[in-house]
Protein backbone atom coordinates (compact mmCIF):
# COMPACT_ATOMS: atom_id res chain seq x y z
CA UNK A 1 0.00 0.00 0.00
CA UNK A 2 1.29 4.15 -0.87
CA UNK A 3 0.97 6.46 1.60
CA UNK A 4 1.16 10.11 1.19
CA UNK A 5 1.86 13.31 3.24
CA UNK A 6 -1.24 15.50 4.03
CA UNK A 7 0.85 18.31 3.18
CA UNK A 8 1.51 17.37 -0.17
CA UNK A 9 -0.63 14.78 -2.21
CA UNK A 10 1.76 14.14 -4.48
CA UNK A 11 4.76 12.94 -2.34
CA UNK A 12 3.74 8.98 -2.18
CA UNK A 13 6.30 6.31 -0.33
CA UNK A 14 5.50 2.73 0.52
CA UNK A 15 4.86 1.59 3.78
CA UNK A 16 8.52 0.77 4.81
CA UNK A 17 10.04 4.31 3.76
CA UNK A 18 6.57 5.49 5.76
CA UNK A 19 7.75 4.32 9.22
CA UNK A 20 11.36 4.22 8.93
CA UNK A 21 10.85 8.24 7.92
CA UNK A 22 8.26 9.04 10.14
CA UNK A 23 7.20 12.54 8.60
CA UNK A 24 6.92 13.49 5.10
CA UNK A 25 10.16 15.55 4.24
CA UNK A 26 7.73 18.58 4.26
CA UNK A 27 6.85 17.66 7.58
CA UNK A 28 3.34 16.41 6.75
CA UNK A 29 1.35 13.09 8.45
CA UNK A 30 1.54 9.86 5.81
CA UNK A 31 -1.66 8.58 5.11
CA UNK A 32 -2.55 5.38 3.45
CA UNK A 33 -3.95 6.05 -0.09
CA UNK A 34 -6.92 3.88 0.52
CA UNK A 35 -8.85 2.95 3.31
CA UNK A 36 -9.66 -0.99 3.47
CA UNK A 37 -12.87 -2.30 4.30
CA UNK A 38 -13.47 -5.00 6.37
CA UNK A 39 -15.99 -7.62 5.18
CA UNK A 40 -19.36 -7.66 6.45
CA UNK A 41 -18.91 -11.11 8.49
CA UNK A 42 -15.81 -10.06 9.87
CA UNK A 43 -17.65 -7.03 11.76
CA UNK A 44 -20.64 -9.30 12.39
CA UNK A 45 -18.50 -11.86 14.43
CA UNK A 46 -15.99 -9.45 16.29
CA UNK A 47 -17.01 -10.70 19.32
CA UNK A 48 -16.13 -14.09 18.43
CA UNK A 49 -12.36 -13.26 17.76
CA UNK A 50 -8.98 -12.90 19.92
CA UNK A 51 -7.28 -9.42 19.88
CA UNK A 52 -4.58 -10.78 18.16
CA UNK A 53 -6.65 -11.80 15.28
CA UNK A 54 -8.67 -8.61 15.03
CA UNK A 55 -5.20 -6.31 15.01
CA UNK A 56 -3.62 -8.82 12.55
CA UNK A 57 -7.36 -8.55 10.46
CA UNK A 58 -7.09 -4.65 10.49
CA UNK A 59 -3.33 -3.86 10.43
CA UNK A 60 -2.56 -6.57 7.19
CA UNK A 61 -4.10 -4.60 4.20
CA UNK A 62 -2.16 -1.53 5.86
CA UNK A 63 1.20 -3.19 5.89
CA UNK A 64 0.98 -5.72 2.84
CA UNK A 65 3.85 -8.29 2.22
CA UNK A 66 6.20 -5.51 4.12
CA UNK A 67 6.17 -7.61 6.98
CA UNK A 68 5.43 -11.22 6.91
CA UNK A 69 2.52 -12.47 8.53
CA UNK A 70 4.25 -14.90 11.01
CA UNK A 71 6.57 -11.74 11.93
CA UNK A 72 3.15 -9.69 11.95
CA UNK A 73 1.89 -11.85 14.66
CA UNK A 74 4.55 -12.21 16.60
CA UNK A 75 5.27 -8.29 16.96
CA UNK A 76 0.98 -8.62 17.46
CA UNK A 77 1.69 -10.93 20.32
CA UNK A 78 4.18 -9.41 21.95
CA UNK A 79 2.78 -5.95 21.61
CA UNK A 80 -1.27 -6.49 22.44
CA UNK A 81 -0.76 -8.04 26.13
CA UNK A 82 -3.70 -5.89 27.71
CA UNK A 83 -7.34 -6.71 26.82
CA UNK A 84 -9.45 -4.50 25.17
CA UNK A 85 -13.52 -4.63 24.55
CA UNK A 86 -15.35 -3.57 21.19
CA UNK A 87 -18.26 -1.44 22.10
CA UNK A 88 -21.69 -1.68 19.41
CA UNK A 89 -22.03 1.88 18.70
CA UNK A 90 -24.65 2.80 15.63
CA UNK A 91 -24.52 -0.29 14.24
CA UNK A 92 -21.10 -0.61 13.95
CA UNK A 93 -18.39 -1.90 16.20
CA UNK A 94 -15.08 -0.29 17.34
CA UNK A 95 -12.52 -0.58 19.29
CA UNK A 96 -13.10 1.71 22.41
CA UNK A 97 -9.73 3.95 22.36
CA UNK A 98 -9.06 7.29 22.65
CA UNK A 99 -7.00 7.38 20.05
CA UNK A 100 -10.21 7.01 17.58
CA UNK A 101 -11.96 10.02 16.75
CA UNK A 102 -15.66 9.64 17.52
CA UNK A 103 -17.93 10.05 14.59
CA UNK A 104 -19.54 13.68 15.30
CA UNK A 105 -22.46 15.64 13.93
CA UNK A 106 -20.89 18.87 16.51
CA UNK A 107 -18.98 21.34 15.20
CA UNK A 108 -17.40 21.90 18.10
CA UNK A 109 -15.62 18.52 17.95
CA UNK A 110 -13.21 19.51 16.30
CA UNK A 111 -12.35 22.20 18.85
CA UNK A 112 -11.63 20.07 21.40
CA UNK A 113 -15.01 19.25 22.85
CA UNK A 114 -17.13 15.67 23.24
CA UNK A 115 -20.04 15.51 21.21
CA UNK A 116 -23.58 15.45 22.43
CA UNK A 117 -24.54 12.29 20.70
CA UNK A 118 -21.79 10.87 22.79
CA UNK A 119 -23.62 11.79 26.51
CA UNK A 120 -20.34 13.93 27.98
CA UNK A 121 -20.77 17.05 27.69
CA UNK A 122 -18.21 20.29 27.49
CA UNK A 123 -14.33 20.00 26.98
CA UNK A 124 -12.15 16.69 27.40
CA UNK A 125 -10.88 16.53 30.42
CA UNK A 126 -9.52 13.39 32.19
CA UNK A 127 -12.13 13.23 35.04
CA UNK A 128 -14.86 12.89 32.10
CA UNK A 129 -13.76 10.87 29.60
CA UNK A 130 -14.51 7.20 29.37
CA UNK A 131 -11.09 6.13 27.88
CA UNK A 132 -8.86 7.17 31.22
Given at each position: ?????????????????????????????????????????????????????????????????????????????????????????????M????????????????????????G?????????????
Amino acid sequence: MQYYSLQNPQHKVSFREAVIRGLAPDKGLYFPMEIPRLEKDFIERLEEYDPQYIARKVMQPFIGAVIPVQALTQIIRETLTFPFRCAKWKKTYMPWNCSMALPSRSKTWARGSWPAASGISGRMKKSRSPCW
